[in-house]
């Protein structure tokens, strides 16, 4: 690994007393790290979904296929030390028969809670959520408490901790059309019991598509919920409204964020820091050529800037996977997919809270490499630092065979805090999954990802 050879030569540099800054990079932050192993259980473990525990540590949930025949969820806590804290491959969260998938999970307090799509039912998915103390206790139901069981399919569900102990709980519902979903709230106290009515409550009906749900706070005590919007063939757009905790409607009607014309989808949300949010959105152009753009939304629903949004990159070629973070002073960090090359590569731009860009036009190159690079997933770990953990293909210039995971930190100005193009963080053999990060304390952050170095897929973690 390029973390061993790192450390191997800082090692050396250490021995005649020596600290070296090369070409500005900061060779001593790229100490080896251990890929821990979370869960290496038979079979198949996917998808983690990842959530700080409070303490330095992580809570990792993910979808499992130990039995062979139904996917359950499992979860294990690996606390700062790098010691696994539950039972030896995980804690059973729900292992009813049939399958259990897309897990979503929050942290409030001592306690995490996590919904999935069940399809217990046979007919039909529904939503089903359960909660685990620091101790791997389930607290719940065993099995899980049901969020939504109508007869119909749920899906796509998205979380939101109450600030009280309990969630928010979204998700796409086809009780009134397979083909225009719409938009169900549900909240779950802390005791696991359903605050609105059963099989909750209609965000906004419409005859839309409503789907890809996400849910951020408002800063004031209640939270908004963003979603893609489908109307016909050609009228996809980006839009938000806005709730009380008791799911009273804090403005008239749901605001369109996107342009009224074309296609605009993937959407990507982050608060504001003064209690509004900045919503970022792929443009289709025919699928060959697509763009980013950018919005900010005032806590009263205004747009406030350019109507049609920011264009982040509208370079030649797809800009796709954008993932984004606040920047600490009321903008943005972007890094995503970039095609204009003929591999793909990744690249990045801030945004002040004016909406200006920091950085040159269409964005600056974070890594290069040969190959493609896909799947950025961007963290703040500490002031003026970032760090961006990818998938990478820099080996064969392909999209199936040797893949790993790669990271870079950098500052606020965009530079590069480590060696060109990244520093290995598993170049084991198998597959690699996208990576999930999430920091856990000042300066400092974890990695996990699904890789089948040993079997169909197991679940391995680093600190940094």
Not at 87 to 99: D, F, L, P, Q, S
Not at 154 to 163: F, H, V
Request: negative net charge; charged residues 25%; contains cysteine.
């Amino acid at each position: 690994m390029d973390t061993q050879n790192a450390f191997h030569r800082l090692s050396q540099l250490l021995s005649v007393g020596t600290f070296l800054l090369i070409g500005g990079f900061c060779t001593l932050c790229q100490s080896a790290f251990a890929e821990i192993p979370v869960s290496t259980a038979q079979d198949g473990q996917f998808l983690p979904w990842v959530v700080d525990d409070g303490e330095g540590g992580v809570i990792v949930m993910w979808e499992d296929y130990r039995t062979g025949k139904d996917w359950d969820v499992y979860a294990q806590r690996v606390d700062s030390s790098g010691t696994t804290r539950w039972e030896e491959n995980g804690v059973a969260i729900c292992k009813v028969g049939r399958n259990q998938r897309r897990l979503r999970v929050i942290r409030h307090g001592q306690h995490a809670i996590v919904v999935w799509n069940d399809r217990r039912a046979r007919s039909n998915w529904d939503i089903y959520a359960q909660a685990v103390n620091l101790e791997g206790d389930v607290l719940w139901q065993t099995d899980g408490i049901p969020v939504c069981v109508n007869g119909a399919d749920q899906s796509t569900q998205a979380i939101l901790s109450d600030g009280e102990g309990g969630a928010i709980c979204v998700w796409e519902d086809e009780r009134r059309s397979s083909e225009f979903q719409d938009l169900y709230l549900q909240r779950i106290n802390a005791k696991g019991e359903m605050m609105w009515e059963p099989n909750g409550i209609p965000v906004f009906p419409s005859e839309s598509l409503q789907s890809d749900p996400i849910l951020l706070a408002d800063e004031t005590g209640g939270f908004y919920i963003v979603w893609w919007d489908v109307i016909g063939y050609d009228a996809w757009h980006i839009m938000a409204y806005r709730l009380s905790l008791d799911a009273e409607a804090l403005w008239d009607a749901p605001r369109l964020i996107s342009p009224a014309e074309g296609m605009q989808g993937e959407p990507r949300v982050i608060a504001d820091g003064e209690g509004g949010f900045i919503v970022l959105w792929q443009i289709y152009e025919n699928f060959i050529n697509d763009q980013l753009y950018a919005q900010r939304v005032a806590p009263d629903g205004r747009k406030l800037w350019e109507d049609a949004g920011v264009p982040i990159c509208t370079a030649q070629g797809i800009q796709k996977h954008a993932s984004v973070v606040n920047d600490g002073e009321g903008g943005f960090i972007v890094v995503w997919r970039d095609e204009r090359d003929v591999y793909s590569d990744l690249y990045m731009q801030r945004i002040r809270a004016d909406g200006t860009l920091v950085w040159q036009k269409d964005g600056i190159p974070l890594c290069t490499a040969g190959g493609h690079q896909d799947r950025p997933f961007i963290v703040r770990t500490a002031k003026n630092r970032f760090s961006v953990v990818w998938l990478d293909f820099r080996e064969d210039f392909g999209e199936e065979s040797s893949d790993a995971i790669y990271r870079q930190q950098i500052d606020l100005e965009g530079k590069p805090l480590w060696e060109r193009n990244g520093v290995a963080i598993s170049t084991s053999q198998g597959k690699h999954y996208p990576p999930f990060v999430v920091t856990v304390e000042q300066g400092k952050w974890v990695v996990v990802w699904s890789n089948t170095q040993q079997d169909n897929g197991d679940i391995y973690l680093e600190q940094f």
